[in-house]
Every structure is written in structure tokens, then in C-alpha cells.
């Protein structure tokens, strides 16, 4: 930083917050801020990590970096899932590597200290006579399966609204049985962006006409907002038709048990949540080239493959896309102020098989392309929200509301905390 | 930065500037001033990025980036040359990637915002009836052009004494008709060094004979000083040999309508320049290995091929060679405190033809070779001075005058900044 | 670091450390404790770097970088070993690049200033009449040799007491006839670690059972340390054995003048240091395989080749193995926080000839497997102790004395350097 500019406080930040508009570049550029961010928003609050298929059977370790931050979550022989933080008591070592393992105690590979999957300190040699080894079990993560997702909290206490969002969603969920399904494939995609810059553009489809080819086929155009006023009469006629086809699938859905209705609670809760069931185009089934289910084997006890596609949202981190046969799910973990780690799994059912049920390819493409184009889109936004010349500019009041939720909701746990400590 | 030592400001590093001798490590080395130079002298000075060629016809775009700075230069269909920041005013991605584009308006991929070629918004999707597109154009860059050089201004209000450049400098440059020509060779080399290293490294000969065996063909290595007490009564008489071929090729170039003789504002102006046509050595035509023409199409309407090489320097960040066949011209744009883009063009008639009227590898091998040095010796330079034991060396009173001068130009720029804010 | 936490200042972490357990992360991680550690550790103490072998004859240079601060070390005409900082003092450029060249004069490239092996400037050319040669020559660095292992000081005042370890010393090291020794095999390695976390690593043999099966066969099980409540009847007896083993070892090699008993000053000085002669096991003769000498020509004047190893180790950055037929010697030097250079050499007697007296597999293999090993716990160490959940954990009392001894030595310097500023 030139001595010539000091930079803003992060009360200051807060308080000039322009509504309506992307947020000042220092929020998306500055070492300091992502600190904060680590800190205050990732250290904080429920952070989507992974599914209970991560650790399907006893004695399974899955870990997740979340900054300086490691942390295992096992499943021991009672078939409990505990979270741990991955470090050695003794002298700091990281006890697994990751992402995935298979053991029978948590043994460190330095002087073999050894803690049993419930985390307790079971054995230490050479530590002398007056060495209490229940003081010095691992250091215990919280964590929250959500119908099978599975949320941790770093902070010591951890916001209690996550239960309400349980409550909410878990009706939703439950259909899709999470809990039975395997993880057919995961990418680790690394975006040259600010994690917010990520997550803003996950928010709105506005840039999908122009830049996702495939993620279109199976959407509908007029699912994502637009302004009536540039429509003519032709398009305004369809996006009262599509208007019309949600409604009546909304009811079709929850006549036969099945949730759908929008739940918004994006910007109002510690623990912000969006969920709705939307329809699919052309065959109804599933976010694929042809729209048609990718997996033969449907999830849980369903029947009917053309449920359209439940998707949920979280602050700060995740997406999630609910379909008959597969699920995509999507976890973003920051990296750097300018890197950001999102990870991509889709599963299917436990029983099915490669080959026979379903193509790898098939379930993946239109996920991997798309991600792809907004990996490209956050660098080129990155890249040129650093200039300078650059200052905040408006939202579209009919396509990027949900960006604008999102930022509200930053600003407002930012602004919370600056409570907190004043 | 050790608890045991607090960095001195810039105030205490321009009041403690010692004449004559090389700058502190820190002014070489710290990040801090890394940016302070990003700033006062970067961001506020005419800085040399480009040549009308650039952009020959309408719809070129080129790109420069300028540390955080992305500029876009566009020809527009009038033939105008205008500069305009490469940020969309939506939520900032980057316009136009580079560095030579052809284009018939200015999209952006994101969401299709489009811009004119003069840089005024045009289309804006979903926006809504209150937004306002007159106030949301592409923010303009100062450009001038000077005889066909392109300097740029990133600051509110620019130098205005780059009016009295060019008034001193367009009776000299014309004769090589910029516009006229086109790029035959261009390379980006990154030096390991402070930007201030690589420009010392260009303001003087002294390591010319111990570096450059290409270089000094076409050089006399009595141009750029020396110590009239270590030399032998032979090189004396060499010495006052060249002395007097200078005299004389500058009065007839003069006689002839060709400006020759030096100018020299390096230290005593906001955009310092030194200019001055010398002869060449041999053949006294081009900078090449035999001294002869590289380039059989002569540049603009020029007959003879022996002019010898007009050079112009400015301050902070170009160097160039004007021959009657080619012109070679130094671009040099700092990336971090230890690394500088050097960019180097060879430009030729832009009716030259490659394989008949020029060969690449003639037109390029001196410089080629002679960046290559240069940027050894950078490198060494750089990894030297940063240690605790470094101090400030003299510079020979007969060979360093002129890195003398840039640093007098660069301590005053920092000393009128502090009397600003003072 | 984020605005919600400050970070400890150095007087409070020196005065909160908890002795008997492994340091704060602060200590291993930030940046500035770095910087700190460059100066008042690395930059006041003596460290080892080399041997009088790196510069066996007039001319020889070895060069070796100690952080920002590059190191010339060079033997002259007369063969007396200097040191120098690797500074041109014209413009600062790196005069040698090393690490080992052969030269007549220092000649530095850039305008060939030439220094003589005694450090004097001798020429510069285009100067002046002013230019008073006599205060530009090369800067002078400590050096002083302890019987062939070559020890530098970058401070003005080097701490004195190197004097009563060279006198200690000495003795254990005459026979072992280092100046006559040649370098066999040299490695650098990078360890991804902070330097403390690879010192602490050398300072126990706790992590030996687990994870070192090919040091662990020259070295006895119970050389380093044990919990005796640990042990049943026979391996108490073993440990009693053991203790027997080495008395008689120190008695007979004592009689027979070669000094072998523990010195320990590894907290209680400025130059801290610790020495002991120790048993090899079955065969009784060096650090192989298959615990025999590996080069068959012994070093100096040695016959017995059943000597045991004599260990060296100083603060705060070296060890030594001292056998009858070769040496290792490891020469730690810090590279950025989380980095650390491990040089390791192995030498043997300046005679002996490759495939003939020693195979270089069979005398490094040892060595190499086990630095690898120490490196991969030294990068798990540092990648589980920057979680913010990590915490100092206790040392063994009987297996991490020395470790304990290592942390007690480096908060003393702190310690000492808060007192001088305070």
C-alpha cells in the first residue's frame, strides 16, 4: 500500500455500502479483508463441506481444509459421524492426510500417539507419570448433518438457526435419501477469483444465455428473472406460460407429497437458505444434454423420473442441484483473496453401477462445462475489478436480485460483528 | 520487517538521497514503495506503452496493463486513437483481453453490455426504466500521440509540458514516419529486477565493452563517455577523432534538413526526455551486426541509408533507436518490486515485405542479444544490492552522468509529491 | 492478519512461552517472527555454513546466501580462509554466484571493478581523480574455522565465546583431521518447514523406532532417551546393558586419548553447543548399512576403525557425525517461514578415491533415506501446527530433553535482545 492512500477500516467498508451494487474492489482484493472473511464468515458460521457418502463406513476419514484450518470427519463403529480438528496434541502434526482414508485408530506418524476414532487419547509413550492423557484428546469440530449433508461450525458456538433450516429443509431432502446414495465422481476446480466473486455468480443466470450452452437445455430462460420491458409480445407470452408451469407443477408436486415451494431466507438469517423445486425443460427429468435422467437406478424409493430439479442454496458457501436420478452438489472453500476452491461431487444412488446404470460422462457434462465457463467469468471479473477505474456498479433489479441477497448478507454479518466489538 | 527495525519513509529516503551514487535498497526493494512508484510515478507521468501501428485500422483494440491498470487503445472509425479503462461498468470484469484484438463494438462476455468504439454505453440488458446509460461509459484514458509514439496518462490531469516534448521532438522523429509503419518483430522480456534497475541499466555504456560484443559493432565506444586521464595517446587521438566526426555529421545532417543535435531535459522537467542523432559506426547505417540496412524498403520518403541512429530517451520508462531502414523502440513497465516487462519493437515500412526487403533475424539479433545481457546484468544487480551490506556506490563522473540525471528526475518527482501533501 | 486479532508482540510471546512444551505457532509462522529470527538469530550468532574443504586451494570460492546477505568465502595466496560479503561496492552488484568457482582476482561483471583475494579494490576504471580506491573494498565478514568446520558471524561483534568452544572442542575433533578431508557428496534440501521446526526434529530420536529402519541400525534403540516405566524386565536389562556399553566405550577410548565424554552447553551460552562420543551398534564402526566403514581409507592417522561417532551439535543450526572412516555434517539455513535449506556433506579422507577406497551409495545411502524421512515429518509438523487449533503440547521428559533445550536456547537469545532494547 502506498503511503500516498490509507486503505478503508472494515467499518468503513460496511457503512458505504452502496445498495443495489457489486461491492468495492478492497472487499474482493485485500489480504487483510480475506483474513477477515476466514475469520468472521468461515469461522463463523455452517460451512458446507461434504455428504455422509464421504465416510460410509466405520473407520472412513474425510478431510477438509478450510484455510489454516484442517479437519477430519470419521465415522466410528457405532456408525456416528464426529468432526475433529486434524492435529496432534503432541507437537502439532497433521494426523491425516486426506481427502479420504481408511483406519482403525488415529495414529501420528511422528511418535505414534494414538486416539481412537471418538477422538480420545488412547496411547503416548515416554510421557512420564504425572501425563493426563483425558486432557489431551482431539480438539472436537462441530458438525450437522442435514438429511445427509453435512455442515461443520470452527467457532466455539455455533449459530443455532441451523436447525430451522434442518427443519425447513429436511421434508425437501429427504426424498432424494442422501444418506443411500455413493459419490459417482468429484472435481476440485480451482477459480482464479475472489470466493465472492464465486458465489455473485452463481446467483443469477443473467450471463447464461451468453456463456452456458449446455447448462440451458435443460433450464428454462424466463427461470431466472428478466425485464418485461424488453420483451415483445411473443416473449412475454411464453414467460407467462412458463410462470404458469411452475404454479402447476408446484401444486402437482405437493399434491403427491412432494415439496416445492420457494423458501427464501437468503438475507434474514444467520444461516441464510433458498430452496425451490423448478421445472425442467423438454423431457422434465434431469440437468443433462438430453434432459433425460442419467442414472437408471432412481434415488431412494422414487418412481417417477421427471421430478424437475430441487435446488438449495446456503450463505456463505454451497449449491445444490436435486434431481430423480443424480444429485450436483457444490462446496466453496477460499483459498486465497484471488483463489477459490470449488468442489463439484454428484451421486447417485449406492446401488448403481458405472456402465450398466449410468455413463460417467453422461451424468457429468453439463456440470463440467458449466463450471468451466464460470471459472472463466470469475477470472475475467477478478481480473478487472482490481484496476483502479473500477467502482461498484448496479444490479439488475430483475436478474440479480439473488447477488444482491448475497451481499446483503455479507455486509450483514460483517456489520453484526463490528456490533459485537464496538 | 523485524521487530528491530522501522522502514524509514519516503521523506527520509528523498531527504537523505546522497548525490552521485546508486539509491538505497530500500527504494530498490520494498514493497511499500513498489506501490508509491506505481503511484507517483506511473500513475501520474506520461508513460510510454505503444506506437500507432498498434491500432492501423478501425476496430483495433490493443491492451495495456499497467501494474492493477488495464488500459484499452482503440481506433475508432473516424481513425481516431482514443484510450479508455478496459473494466466493464457493470460489475468489472475485464472488456477486452489482449493485447491485439479486432473488434466491431466493445462487448462484455458476462452479461453483453456494449460499448462503442468511442466508449459510450450502448446496450444494457434487464436494466430497468430508471437506469441511466449516458453515465455509465467507459471511463477515458489521456492518450497522445507524438509523431506516432503513443504515451499514456492514467492520471486526472495530466503533465501539460508533454506539449513541449513533442514540439521539440516532432521535427526530428517525422523524417522516420511512425505512422507508416508496422510492427515486424515484438518480444516481452521480464528482467529479476526494480524497474529503476533496468532503467539505470539503460542510462549509460560504462558495461557496454565488458557486456555487449553485438551492441558495440554499430556502437563507437567513444560515445558514452570516458576518463580522459586512462587513456594512452592513441586512444586520446581516437577519442578527439569521434569528437570531430560528430561535428560534422551532425552539421551536415542539419544542412540537409535533419535535426541531429542533443536536447537534453532529462532532470529539469516533469517529463523529462534527452534526444540526440549519432553517427554509427562502419557502413554508419543501422544497428546490425555488418552496420549496414536491414531493411531494403527505406522508412517514409528517406534515400540515404547512412543517417545513423537518432536516439530518444524518456523519463520514467522508454528508450529508442530511429535508422533509416528501422526503428527499435523500449517500452518498460514495472510487475513487481523484482520484476520489469521490457518491450521491445522493431518497427520497418509497413509496405516491407518479410523474405524480400528484410530478414527477421538480421533486423533482430543485436537487441535480441543485447536485452539478453541486459537483463543478466539486472538480475545480478538486483540480487547483489539486496543485502544489509549494500550501500549506496558511487557513479563515474565520465560514464554515469546520465543515471545521475535519472535519478535526480525520479528523487524530484517523490520531493514534489511530499511538498504537495505536505 | 485480520482486524479482529492482534497479533502477540515479541516480548509477550517470549514471556507466556510454557516451558517443557513446544512453542506457539506465531513462533513457526508469521512472517515478521521470521524477519526477526533472520536478524537477531541468524544475523548475530555464529553460524555454520561450510568446511575448510569447500576452499581447498589459493583462489578457491565459496559462496553461501544466510537469508538477504550473501557470503563470500575464499582462501588467498597464503591460504588463510576470509570472508566477504558478495557486494560489488560500485552499484551492488552479486560478484560471485557460486556456490563453488575458481579465480584470479573478485571481477565484477557489470563494469569490472576487480578486488583482490584479500578483499582490497585494486581497479575501477573512468573514476576520477577523487576516487579513493582505499575505502571500497569488499566488506569483511567473521570467520573463524573450530579444527576444519568453518563458522561465519554477520554481526559487527561477533559473540566471543566461540573461543571456549573451539577450546572444548578441538580436542574430540583433531583426530578426526577435517582440513585433510575432501567433499565426497554434497545435497541440499528443501524442507518445508520453518528452520525451528527442523532443528527440533534433530534434537530427538523419539520419532526414530517409527519412522528411520535404516538410521536405526548403526544407532542402539536406547541411545536417546525412554520412559522406564515403559520397559518390561528384559528390555530394562537391555537399557542396563546399554548404559554399561557406553561407560566402558568412554573409559577405553579416553585411556587411549581420544576425549569421548558428554560436554552440554546447549542453553547456557550464547555459542551453545553439545558433544559425546557414542557406540555404534554390531559392528561398532560407522553410520552404513551394515555398521562398517564405508571408505576403507580411514581419516588423519585413524587405524581403529571401531571408533563409535562422535556427535556434535551447536545452536542454533548445526550436527555432525564424526566416524574413523567419513563425516557428515549438516548445515541448517533458513529460507522463508515455512522453508528451510538442509545442506548435508559427507566427507572423507582427501586420498581416498572413489570406487576404489569408498562407493558413494553405500557411504551416503544412510543419511539421504533418513533426511528424506525427517523432511516429510518437518512439512506434516508445519502443515498441522498453523491450525489455529493447534497449542503447544508437552515434551517428553526422557525422550525431548534436548529439544526442550533447543527452545530454552532460542527464547534466551530473544530474551536477551528484549533486555538490550528495553
Chains 1, 2, 3 share one sequence.
Not at 438469517?269 to 434431469?286: A, K, N
Not at 443433462?288 to 437408471?296: E, F, I, P, R, Y
Not at 430439479?309 to 430423480?324: A, D, E, K, R, Y
Not at 466453496?332 to 449406492?350: A, D, F, G, Y
Request: hydrophobic share 35%; charged share 25%.
Amino acid at each position: 500500500m502506498s503511503e500516498a492512500n490509507k486503505p478503508a477500516s472494515l467499518a468503513q467498508l460496511v457503512a458505504r455500502r452502496k445498495a443495489g451494487h457489486s461491492l468495492e474492489a478492497d472487499l474482493y482484493t485485500r489480504p487483510d479483508i480475506f483474513e477477515t472473511d476466514m475469520d468472521l464468515i468461515f469461522g463463523r458460521h455452517w460451512i458446507y463441506v461434504g455428504v455422509e457418502p464421504d465416510v460410509p463406513e466405520p473407520g472412513d476419514v474425510f478431510v477438509v481444509d478450510i484455510g489454516k484450518t484442517s479437519v477430519l470427519i470419521v465415522r466410528d463403529d457405532d456408525m456416528q459421524i464426529r468432526a475433529f480438528h486434524n492435529v496432534c496434541r503432541h507437537r502439532g502434526a497433521r494426523l491425516v492426510d486426506g481427502p479420504h482414508e481408511q483406519v482403525g485408530n488415529l495414529v501420528c506418524r511422528y511418535h505414534a500417539w494414538t486416539y481412537s476414532l471418538e477422538g480420545d487419547l488412547v496411547f503416548a509413550d515416554h510421557m512420564g507419570e504425572d501425563f493426563d492423557k483425558s486432557c489431551r484428546g482431539l480438539k472436537p469440530v462441530h458438525l450437522r448433518s442435514v438429511a445427509g449433508l453435512l455442515f461443520i461450525c470452527l467457532a466455539e458456538e455455533a449459530p443455532a438457526d441451523i436447525e430451522d433450516m434442518a427443519a425447513a429443509m429436511t421434508p425437501y431432502l429427504v426424498k432424494h435419501d442422501i444418506p443411500n446414495t455413493k459419490i459417482a465422481h468429484s472435481v476440485d476446480l480451482i477459480e482464479h477469483g475472489n470466493w465472492k466473486v464465486t458465489m455473485e455468480n452463481n446467483r443469477e443466470c443473467y450471463h447464461c444465455g451468453a456463456n452456458h450452452p449446455e447448462l440451458t437445455i435443460p433450464l428454462f430462460a424466463y427461470g431466472f428473472g428478466f425485464s418485461p420491458k424488453t420483451l415483445d409480445e411473443d416473449e412475454l407470452e411464453q414467460a407467462k406460460r412458463y410462470e404458469d408451469l411452475v404454479k402447476d407443477a408446484h401444486n402437482r408436486w405437493e399434491a403427491s407429497g412432494l415439496p416445492s415451494r420457494e423458501i427464501e431466507h437468503l438475507a434474514d438469517r444467520v444461516t441464510g437458505f433458498r430452496t425451490e423445486r423448478l421445472p425442467i425443460d423438454q423431457s422434465g427429468q434431469s440437468q443433462t444434454m438430453d434432459t433425460k435422467v442419467a442414472c437408471k437406478k432412481l434415488l431412494g424409493n422414487i418412481t417417477d423420473p421427471a421430478l424437475g430439479g430441487l435446488s438449495f442454496w446456503t450463505q456463505p458457501n454451497s449449491w445444490h442441484h436435486f434431481m430423480s436420478d443424480h444429485i450436483v452438489t457444490f462446496s466453496v472453500i477460499p483459498v486465497s483473496p484471488t483463489e477459490t476452491m470449488l468442489r463439484t461431487r454428484w451421486l447417485v444412488h449406492k446401488d448403481a453401477v458405472e456402465g450398466i446404470d449410468y455413463d460417467k460422462t453422461t451424468l457429468t457434462e453439463v456440470w463440467i462445462a458449466t463450471n468451466k465457463q464460470d471459472a472463466h467469468l470469475v477470472e475475467v471479473t477478478q481480473s478487472g475489478l482490481v484496476s483502479p477505474a473500477y467502482e461498484p456498479g448496479p444490479y439488475s433489479p430483475y436478474t440479480e436480485g439473488l447477488v444482491e441477497k448475497f451481499c446483503q448478507w455479507y455486509m450483514g454479518r460483517l456489520s453484526a460483528h463490528l456490533e459485537t466489538v464496538a
